[in-house]
């Protein structure tokens, strides 16, 4: 039996490879090549540093790794398209030299997805959803990769400044489905799709717990959902903690959502999420279990 809310897919990766989503739930290891991520920034700006961290977070059981070169945190500033790729290339192609796990590349730019997927990245992440260059979606059509549509409301530098709504999930869902057809027209088909409502991403504290508790809506766009909760500030606000104490409250938001549906969950602290997913995936599925 699967569990409630969560079909299965299956979607193709470059190099004849294939990721299945929906017989359990995914662990997406976050590597920040950045100067200013709001949880490590600088801690894994060095090339082998970053691939040192991968790594373990490959021996600690992430089935997949997320790579990214430019900080997307409440305030951030953008990097040129050069400077981006200069600090993940180099670890994406040691990553993929060292291991089989999937690594996506999390950028907003085409250029630099070009690069990372010939460098051996394998998906695509783009916290614009498409929106804010379609030619991303071209980039990875060339490589047959699959593309993470998460959305945003506004831009990383104002999107916290006072976001409003009249309907949440109706309008997120509109933004996802238009992410989708922005795909299509580019050469990457609905099947190929993730998509990811964006915690954090132009939401207050209240946006965000909405989107958790109302998780399975999304299921309606057919499309496997990843969730980014990982040490965020609505669970430092809600806590009271500071952003390296944010583990079990991290731990809610996995657990909650993979109930609610999620098939990816994007996370800091892969060794602890392993226990977590693997207790939420077996209480979802109890029945199987037996």
Excluded at 6 to 22: M, V
Excluded at 162 to 183: F, G, H, V
Excluded at 238 to 256: H, N
């Amino acid at each position: 039996m699967n569990r409630p809310f969560s079909p299965k897919y299956t979607l193709k990766l470059p190099r004849s490879r294939s990721l299945a989503l929906g017989p359990r739930t995914l662990i997406m290891g976050i590597v920040n090549v950045t100067p200013d991520s709001f949880s490590d920034g600088a801690r894994f700006l060095d090339a082998t540093a970053a691939v040192d961290h991968a790594l373990q977070m490959v021996e600690e059981g992430a089935d997949l790794l997320d790579v990214g070169g430019e900080s997307t945190r409440p305030g951030a500033q953008p990097v040129t398209a050069v400077d981006e790729a200069r600090r993940v290339l180099p670890v994406i192609e040691k990553i993929a030299a060292a291991s089989d796990v999937p690594v996506s590349i999390d950028t907003t730019k085409a250029e630099v997805a070009r690069e990372a997927l010939a460098a051996g990245a394998a998906i695509v992440n783009d916290v614009t959803g498409l929106h804010g260059d379609p030619a991303l979606a071209r980039a990875a059509a060339e490589f047959s990769a699959p593309v993470v549509a998460m959305h945003i409301k506004g831009t990383p530098r104002a999107m916290q400044k006072n976001p409003a709504y009249k309907d949440l999930i109706a309008e997120i869902t509109d933004y996802l489905r238009e992410s989708i057809a922005i795909a299509e027209q580019n050469g990457v088909p609905a099947e190929q799709m993730i998509v990811d409502p964006g915690i954090g991403f132009g939401k207050t504290v209240r946006h965000n717990l909405e989107i958790m508790a109302r998780l399975r809506e999304f299921a309606k766009l057919d499309r496997p959902i990843l969730i980014g909760t990982s040490r965020k500030s609505t669970i430092g606000k809600i806590t009271g903690k500071p952003v390296d104490q944010r583990l079990f409250g991290t731990a809610a938001t996995i657990a909650l959502c993979i109930a609610n549906g999620a098939h990816i969950v994007r996370v800091h602290d892969v060794a602890e999420a392993v226990d977590v997913v693997k207790m939420a995936d077996a209480i979802c599925r109890w029945k199987d279990e037996l």
